[in-house]
Each structure stands twice: as C-alpha cells, then as structure tokens.
C-alpha cells in the first residue's frame, strides 16, 4: 500500500515512511492511495478461530508491500497478544469488547501494533526518535503503554488538564522514563492544534524527528481495520447477514478505520456514527456543512472533539460528496442523561457494567432499530456496538448510573499508588517548542 496527502495526491510514499512522517510535510493527513482486495480473503479469515490468526492474515495482505508475508505474519503476533471479545446482548445487538489489553481501552491494537512496528523499523538507526501525541483520554495511556522502555524512542504526550478522568491521566503520568506528559491549560482541540502546529514548524522539524501516534498517523488505522475483519466474520456471532457496526466517537479515527476495512471489502451493512453532544458529524450528515467549533466537556470525555481531524479522511473516501457519506453512515448524538439512562438500563437487563463511550454506542444502535422497525425496514439486522473502554476506568460515573463500583484489574489499579509525573504549560507553541528543544534537540 502506497499513501499520499489529499493535497499532494501524485507524492506517494510507503507505509514506513508514512508510519515515521506522521503528518505530511504540507499539512495534511496520510490516505492510503492503493485499495487492497480483502473479498478473496474473507472465506479464509470465516474459518479461523483466533483473532491472533485473523490479525496475521489480515496484515500479509494489507502491509505488502513493505512487509512481505513473512515478516507481516510474526509482527502481527507479536503486537497483538490480546483479542477482542464479542458479547451478544440480545437477538439485534452484539458488543465487541475491545479494552482486554494493556490499557484496557481499544486504542492499544492500533497503539501496541504501531509501538512494534516502528521498533522493527528502527533497529538498524542510532538516531532517536520523537513522538508527539495529544489526547483527549484514552489515546494517552494505550501510546504510553505500548511505547515505554523501546528503544530508540522518546514520547511526549500532551492532554487537557482537568478533562481527562483521575485513572486516565495516572495511566499516562505515572511511567516516566522515555514517556513525557504535558498537562495543557486548555481543550483536545487545544492539544490537537499543538500537534500539528509543531509538525509544521521548521526549526523544530530540522532538530528534532518528530513523529504521531494518535490517529494522525495512518499506521495506527491499519492495524484498526484487524478486528473488524474479525467481528464481521464470526458468523456464529453475527449472522451470515452483513451486520451494521455502531462506532462511538470524537476523533473519527476509529469509525474511519472500519471505513477502510469497508472500502476494500469486508460486507457491511450501514455504519452508525455515535457521537455525544460534540456532534459537528452528524450535523454534517443532515445538512451538508462541516462546522467546527469548541470542543463541550461531557461524561464521555475521550469523545470531546470540536473539530475531528479525520473527518478530512472520511470525505476523501466519499470523494467530498455529503450524499455519499450519508448512504452509508448515519449520525446520532446522545446527551449525558441518556448516556446515564443507557448505562443503567444495559446493568439491569442484562447484568453487565459499561462505560460511558460504550452506553453512547448502544443508545445510538438502539434508536437505529428503532427508527428501522418503525420505516418498516429489515428485522433482522444485526448491530455490532464496539465497547471501547473497561468500566473500571470511570468508575465514579459507572457507579452513579448503576450504583455500582465495577472491579479494576490489576493492570490498572497499580499506576493508582505511583505518583504523578507531569509538566503544566499554556496553549501556545512556543511554549511547546521550548520544551521539546531543551528536552531533545
């Protein structure tokens, strides 16, 4: 697969360069120019058990031609340890649990993957790398978990202070060594514009090798597009229909990633774009005009986004066209107390926990059948919900919807006792700068 910028669409370069760039040197956003056929993989991926099979599989044929089979097969394995989890609710409804790994949140495929595959990359270099990452949550903590202690690599995260969760901002503040955190006096998008404004800085893109690890960077969607080849295929699971696939979110990047897994293939039936009351996409799909604005703070933090960088992947896909965007995803916003609301009711119907970003996904697919059976539309559709998050990582607003405290893995609760490694700073990119060059120029 080759990848160009939306502006540049004829400079075409490879997965590793991509994967190290991060943003292209005008601006914009990497978008893989060639479309892999995943069709004639599909009747492989229905007969194998595991994920693990299913990521190995998926990754020979989609990083080629820059990792050939044989080298594609034991980085996917080695990256990806972990599987995701499909949970049937009811007769309509499936969750695909993606938080079983080591940040408890479906960032670590894509952040884990990315941490290995530029390890890989790197070994045969002496000069370190820099790589910057700004999160509005869960972000964070999967990249400073897949990348602390490899070699070669320092990174520098930065998040908006007081508007990610106590257990979040412990996960990403409490590793130090090669992991830095900035806490900015301001929003994600605050953090976001930080990001780019520094990549396209001259001084610091002549002293420093910066690089992403958030959405930003496309070598973190491809990887993303392995479990929805595997939840879309377990036909035990899901039906022989092609299902529907309801996506919590903010930054677009996880929603964009089964877009691709679409794009090249895999059958699906209609995406179900679930935002909270940052719903600049929706609004979108209703009328035809993208209107950024201030990012507004909810209980599904990690979703606060005013100004989704993706979304400029999703209408290259579409060719810029709103119609054709919207005949294949369709947008919901859910406020805090139906997001409350859903949690309570998904605990006693059926007797598990979730967090908010996963109750957003399941009040938005549960409105779709609604809508559906009410226009007199298939009754046997079928959704799969991804459940982002373990519920452990809001607890506090878990217990308030159900009354509950849910049980925290071991994995989480041992950064609570580790104190906070942090440095505050304003929204400004001098004040970026200055840190980066004293720290690593």
Request: glycine share 8%; net charge positive; charged share 20%.
């Amino acid at each position: 697969m080759r990848f160009a910028s939306q502006l540049h669409p004829r400079q075409l370069v490879s997965f590793r360069d991509a994967l190290f760039t991060g943003l292209a040197a005008d601006g914009g956003l990497y978008h893989p120019v060639d479309a892999p056929d995943l069709a004639p993989l599909l009747p492989v991926l229905r007969r194998l058990r595991s994920f693990q099979q299913v990521a190995e599989e998926g990754c020979a044929v989609l990083l080629a031609p820059d990792l050939p089979p044989d080298r594609a097969r034991p980085l996917a394995r080695r990256a990806l340890p972990f599987s995701p989890l499909l949970r049937r609710l009811d007769e309509r409804i499936v969750l695909l649990e993606l938080f079983h790994g080591p940040s408890c949140a479906f960032k670590d495929f894509g952040a884990q993957f990315l941490g290995a595959a530029m390890e890989a990359f790197l070994e045969a270099e002496t000069r370190r790398i820099q790589i910057l990452v700004a999160t509005s949550g869960d972000t964070g903590s999967a990249v400073a978990q897949a990348f602390h202690g490899r070699a070669g690599i320092d990174v520098i995260i930065l998040y908006p202070s007081g508007r990610v969760s106590s257990l979040q901002e412990k996960q990403l503040t409490t590793l130090g060594g090669n992991v830095h955190a900035l806490e900015v006096r301001g929003s994600f998008d605050d953090c976001q514009r930080l990001v780019k404004e520094a990549f396209q800085d001259r001084t610091l893109g002549a002293r420093l090798r910066l690089t992403s690890a958030n959405s930003i960077n496309v070598g973190r969607l491809i990887p993303q597009c392995l479990y929805y080849l595997h939840a879309a295929t377990r036909q035990r699971k899901v039906g022989r229909e092609p299902p529907s696939i309801c996506v919590p979110s903010g930054n677009f990047g996880n929603l964009t990633a089964g877009v691709y897994a679409w794009r090249w293939g895999l059958p699906v039936r209609r995406f179900i774009a679930a935002t909270n009351v940052n719903d600049v996409v929706p609004l979108y799909l209703q009328s035809g005009r993208f209107e950024p604005r201030p990012s507004t703070p909810t209980l599904s933090n990690a979703m606060d986004v005013g100004n989704p960088s993706n979304f400029e992947r999703l209408a290259e896909i579409f060719g810029g066209s709103r119609d054709a965007m919207a005949s294949q995803i369709e947008g919901r916003s859910i406020t805090d107390e139906q997001t409350l609301a859903t949690m309570q009711v998904i605990h006693s119907q059926y007797g598990i926990l979730v967090d908010p970003h996963t109750a957003v996904g399941y009040a938005a697919a549960r409105d779709h059948l609604r809508d559906s059976a009410a226009e007199g539309r298939s009754r046997r559709e079928q959704v799969i919900v991804l459940s982002t998050a373990h519920p452990a990582k809001f607890s506090e607003i878990v217990a308030r919807a159900t009354g509950v405290v849910p049980v925290m893995p071991e994995r989480l609760s041992k950064c609570l006792a580790l104190p906070k490694q942090s440095r505050l700073m304003g929204t400004t990119l001098r004040e970026l700068s200055e840190f980066l060059l004293d720290s690593f120029g």
